[in-house]
């Protein structure tokens, strides 16, 4: 029989990150063969990572969910019955509606994790559509406090311009070569480090990019709004901010003055265990090398004090002159299609943001989803209203929030869960319905929508899906015509993508033919029309803070945690280069790359606690208990353990393990920061012991 010759296709990789990379990918019989970075991408240049290269092996795997499955013993028994497509949506429909006609459509939720591409926008449409204001994403603990303090402070989310060059780029407490941070940044990162751009990176670990750097801050984990501050004493109090741009574009900078005058370098090293002369340095650099970016990353968001951390540094980007200059921080301008506000239809319900669970425990304004606290505690307490039913795509909230048996028990207690993924994970484990989503390479897609970095990335399809495997968003075109108005819906959910790109004027063939679309470099737009806050200038004081009810000036108040001596270390974690958060342990290539869930501690310490090189250890806080395996290095600051996080075991049978390794176990959800409801992931006291 003659075999099919191999077929390239241009796409952009996807689901492994953020997605970022133009890939080459070779297919075959409805096989992908092959999978090359492609040398002309816009952001990776020929780059692709280990998640990249195994991306395939998710399409064929045997894990792979192939039906919808109904759950017919009791919840999480991992008894399932197969069903039909029609019979999957006309129940989820039925179940929705029910709960609607009885508690109300807020008591309805819908849960996302990481945004993969169109389908969140798709999923926050068909809650406005259905009546509900609560969509439940994890962004209190990923960009919303970078990206609301910043609209708060400036009018717009500051991300870092690395397609010019700057005089100097801070790696805050990111780690671009392993986690790519919102698209494929490490390349373009590693094209001005060899260009000479001088390099800081501040990090508890010394990660490769930090031994590539011109200066190392080990900090504290936890502690970078403190470092921050010290930062700001010293350029403030040395005269080395930008004074034209202070006086003209700022408004505040008095009283900044007078606040991080106690935050001097000495005092501020004695809580980030960083030594003054470097806090110095650091500062001096920064002010000094216009201009400056900072890409700023997970762990500035991922403490009770990220309110603080947040307005601290985008302070230092302002004060610097370094907002929204080439090779600065900047606000890209996006290219010419659908505004969000139109995709998403948020006109349609007036009512929503009264209304949000996040609403009635006092979050910040533009706090756009439910920090995922407050939608457990509804569930759980009924406040301020039930939550009875929730559909959740593309996330595993049992590892990815903070205090696991928390969610456990919501999810336990929900009248219906329907989950939409691609293997069983110990989310889908505990469904009503599971439905079987069709993945990446299996169908057309947009990145980067609504992300804010100034382009999109086409996703044309390579392979068929499984029959039965559906995209996300034709779920929701489906699921939407049953229990919203079904004018707002289409024949096919293709159509979808057609009008996000409607005002370019291209279609979605010619916009994958093109590869992406991006909008014009434009700089220092402030010159025209200032800045979109208030008062027009950067709000280094927010003017409106007594009215949001947050602190006008960023503020050290204090560790995440009290220190306790029965707890003397400090945990953090950081995303593994070989997996996505929890997933995708169960394909073999990447297994085969990081077997174990490893906890990173430094020799000195394993020694007296007697822990030796791949030994099982017990990682232990007030919170919880799990099992580790110990690597040591001497990347790690003596007092901090950096302990693996999104760990089950999907060879494990009936709920795969999900207590014994999870990171999430050791957090609680109890203390939270205000302003996005963020609880501690990091900075948290713990102790080790030979398991
Ligand atoms: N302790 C701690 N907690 C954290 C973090 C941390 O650093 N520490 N990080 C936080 C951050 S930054 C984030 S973004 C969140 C991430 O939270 P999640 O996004 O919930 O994390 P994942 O574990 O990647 O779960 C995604 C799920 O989507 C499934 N999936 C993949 N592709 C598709 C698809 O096309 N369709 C569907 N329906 N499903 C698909 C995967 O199989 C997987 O089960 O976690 C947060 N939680
Ligand atoms: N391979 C891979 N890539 C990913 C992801 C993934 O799960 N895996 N997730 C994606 C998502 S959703 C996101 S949001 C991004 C997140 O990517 P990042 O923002 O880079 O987040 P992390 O990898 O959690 O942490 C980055 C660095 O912060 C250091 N760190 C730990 N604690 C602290 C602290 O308290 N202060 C400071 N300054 N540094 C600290 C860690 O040692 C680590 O080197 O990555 C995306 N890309
Ligand atoms: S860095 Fe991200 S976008 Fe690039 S290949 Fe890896 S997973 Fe894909
Ligand atoms: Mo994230």
Redesign the pocket.
Known sequence: MNKEETRWFKTHC??MDHGGCALLVGARDNRIVKIKGDPEGFLNKGYVCPKGLASAD?LTHPSRLRSPLRRVGNRGQGKWERISWTDAIEEMASRMNGIKARYGARSVIFG??????L?LFGLIRLATLFGSPNVI???D???APREVSGVHTCGFYPVVDFHHKSGLIVLWGSNVTSSNEEGQICSLLLEQLGKGTPLIVVDPRRTELAEKADLWLQIRPGTDHALALAFLNVIITEELYDKAFVDEWTVGFHELSSRVSEFTPEKVSAITWVPADLIRDGARRYASCRPAAIQWG??I??TVNTFDAARAILCLMAVCGNLDVPGGNIQPVDPDVLSLARFVRSDLLPSKRKEMLHAFHGAIPKMMTVPPTYFRKAVLEGKPYPVRGAYI?????L????DSSMTFDALMKLDFLA?????L?P??ALADLV?P????FEFNDIGHYGLGHGYILARPKVVDPPEECW??IR?INELGKLISPSEYWFDSHEDLLEEVLKPSGLSFAAFAEKGYLKGPDRFRKYLDAGFSTPTGKVELMLSQAEKMSVPPLPCFSGLPEEEDPDYPLVLT???SRY??????RWIERLRKSRPQPRTEIHPETAERYGIREGEEIVVETRRGIITQVAHLTPAIHPRVVCVA??WWHPLGDGQFDWKKSN??M??SAEKLGKEFGTPN??GISCRVRKA
């Open positions: 996807s689901r998710r996302q994790g990481m945004p993969k591409g389908e994403a994890v962004q603990v990923c960009h997970n762990p968001e991922q795509q593309c996330a595993n909230p590892l990815a929030y903070a989950v939409s993924d691609i293997v994970t989310t889908a439905l989503a069709a993945t990446s995209p996300d779920i974690s950081c995303k997996y996505l958060h929890s997933s995708y996080y999104g990171y999430n050791l957090t992931l990091k």
